[in-house]
Every structure is written in structure tokens, then in C-alpha cells.
């Protein structure tokens, strides 16, 4: 017996200079990101455009990176908060921790540099060489156009400084040593010419990270055979859930039988002042849609969007729109 004993206590030490060993090694090796390069963003006019067209109205990063009011259907930005940060994403949505968007007005970046912002954006590597969780999609981010995201950095350094202290962000264990291997290189594309409308459509996709909430996940991983097919759940006041659509073209439960004209008024329904101060009570439907954003995006754009959708495999996929928490009818 205590032969046996001293051995097993023999293995439980190696074990614990092993998990040292490969926790100091991941600590160490990960994040595999090069160094941020010394690059200036040209702040031009039409960067700047370009920037805010994308900023508020495809790539999501205004609505992450402000404050949104519930009170409201469809949670709009709460004016004069663009890009203040602090908006948190935590157990109450699924994830393994507590994570904060930047502020990423001059007030939170004034002291990056435009590599170091590149690079964060497009790799998910902060100035400090930290992970960051990629509830932020830069895995989308880094095989966007290279001068798209340009633009992007242009437009937040154009912001009005506000002041907001944000926490740090904490990932739970392991996620906390998972998170360092997931950051890769940046695998930039064009942006296909307008003309190539569903290719087009596409780019605007994969930019606006639609597969992400418009495709159940678990821990972190996409349901496969589901991509796009709706019923990502998402917390709203009341102890209720809204669940994504399914935008698949599948006809009974999908858009397969929208037409172009129905796809596109159906966001710019909501392309009005009205549409940001409509009032939802606790326990009455609203989204987590940001309906008021997309909606400034032109027709041109939309319609590229309808295209592509209408290219993608249909998934059968009724979704119960809206319930208590764990309750479907």
C-alpha cells in the first residue's frame, strides 16, 4: 500500500509540473501574432465616409461600442455614447466570462497607434499583446478588404472623445488559456466589384458577422449544418429570450419566399427617427436586431445581401421567436 501510494503521489507531481509546464508554455507561445507594424492611416475625407458608412451600418461596431437602450425596440444607440465602450457580454448571454467593449473613442485609444489598431482589429491581439475574446469579430475583420478596415480606423479616430473607464475583461478557466490560441493572421480579400452582386453580397456578410448570431452555437462552436438557420438565443427584459431569424432560403421557414422589394423594406422600415423611440415594456417582444443601424445601408447593398442569401443552402428550421427563458411552445 505505500508503495503504491508514493507512486501515485509520484504521478499526481508529475502531473502538476506537466499542466505547469504546458500552462507556462501557452502563456508564453500564444497569441502567434507578429509584432504591429509602423503604419500611418491616412485620415482623408473619403476614408472618413467610407469609415462611418461601415462602422454604423455593416460591421456592428457602433452598436457594440456604445450604449443601447432596451427601453427602445431594437436596443438604439443612445446618442452621444457612439463608441464609449463598457456595453458587457457575460454568463447571462453564454460566455465563459466578462467581457467589456473598448472604448474606442480618442479618450480609450488615444495611446495606440494605427498599427497597434490594425492589428487588434484584423488578429484579435491588443497593444499589450493580449487575447482578445472574439465576441469581437476579428476572425470576420481580418479577411475584409485591408482598405475597408482603414476606413474603419479613419472614422473612430474622427469620434468626439468621451470619457468612460471601462473594466477589464476576465475569461473563466480554461477559457482564459484557450483565448491565446485563437487569434491567427489576418487573411485579407478585395471587395468584389459591385457588379459581382452576390459575391459583393457575400463580402457584406462575412463584414456584418451575420452567421454569428444567426446560427445556433455551442461553447463557442457553430451548429454545423445549421450556418444562418436561425435560433441563437439572446437574454431581453423580463427573464425572456428572442431568438434570431432563419434567413436561409428555405420557403417554409426562411426567406425563400421574400422578394427582393420585401427583403430590403424590411430593414428600411426602420430607417426613420420614429423607429428609435418606439417603447417596449418588460416582458413585450423586442430584439436584439440592431434594425436601426442596418437600415442605413443603401438598397445597392441590401439587395447584394438578398442575392447571396438566396445562394446559400435551405435549412428547414422553425424558430420560436420569442419565449420565456428555457420555455419553447
Known amino acids: 500500500m505505500k508503495k503504491f501510494l508514493k507512486i501515485l503521489g509520484i504521478l499526481f507531481i508529475i ?8 500552462y507556462i508554455y501557452l502563456n508564453k507561445a500564444f497569441p502567434k501574432i507578429k509584432p504591429a507594424t509602423d503604419m500611418r492611416v491616412d485620415i ?5 465616409e467610407r469609415g462611418k458608412y461601415l462602422v454604423d451600418h455593416v460591421t456592428g461596431c457602433i452598436g457594440c461600442h456604445s450604449e443601447r437602450n432596451f427601453s427602445y425596440f431594437s436596443g438604439p444607440v443612445v446618442p452621444g455614447s457612439e463608441g464609449k465602450g463598457g456595453f458587457i457580454f457575460d454568463e447571462s448571454v453564454g460566455l465563459p466570462g466578462a467581457f467589456y ?45 485591408e482598405d475597408d478596415i482603414k476606413c474603419v480606423l479613419a ?18 478557466f480554461p477559457m ?29 456578410v462575412d463584414a456584418g458577422s451575420c452567421i454569428e448570431c444567426h446560427t445556433q452555437q455551442s461553447r463557442g462552436k457553430l451548429k454545423e449544418g445549421f450556418e444562418y438557420a436561425g435560433g441563437h438565443e439572446f437574454p431581453v427584459n423580463g427573464g425572456y429570450v428572442v431568438r434570431s431569424s432563419n434567413i436561409t432560403p428555405d420557403n417554409e421557414t426562411g426567406i425563400g419566399l421574400w422578394s427582393k422589394e420585401q427583403f430590403v423594406n424590411r430593414f428600411k422600415a426602420y430607417d426613420n427617427p420614429q423607429a428609435k423611440t418606439v417603447p417596449v415594456k418588460a416582458g413585450e417582444f423586442n430584439t436584439w436586431m440592431p434594425w436601426t443601424e ?17 445562394t446559400i443552402p435551405a435549412v428547414r428550421n422553425k424558430v420560436e421567436k420569442f419565449s420565456l427563458a428555457g420555455v419553447k411552445n
Open 155 to 172: 472614422y473612430i479616430r474622427s469620434l468626439k472623445p468621451v470619457q468612460n473607464d471601462v473594466p477589464e475583461s476576465k475569461a473563466t
Open 294 to 310: 442596418f437600415a442605413g445601408m443603401n438598397q445597392e447593398d441590401l439587395e447584394a445581401i438578398y442575392a447571396f442569401l438566396k
Open 101 to 145: 467593449s473598448k472604448n474606442i473613442t480618442p479618450d480609450g485609444i488615444g495611446s495606440w497607434t494605427d498599427g497597434e489598431l490594425f492589428r487588434a482589429v484584423t488578429t484579435g491581439v491588443n497593444k499589450d499583446g493580449k487575447p482578445l475574446f472574439p465576441i469581437m469579430p476579428y476572425l470576420h475583420f481580418g479577411k475584409m478588404d
Open 176 to 204: 482564459s488559456l484557450i483565448m491565446r490560441t485563437i487569434p491567427e493572421e489576418a487573411n485579407f480579400t478585395k471587395r468584389p466589384d459591385r457588379g459581382n452582386i452576390k459575391e459583393y453580397g457575400k463580402y457584406l
Open 44 to 48: 482623408s475625407p473619403e476614408r472618413v
Open 15 to 22: 502531473l502538476i509540473l506537466a499542466s505547469t509546464g504546458f
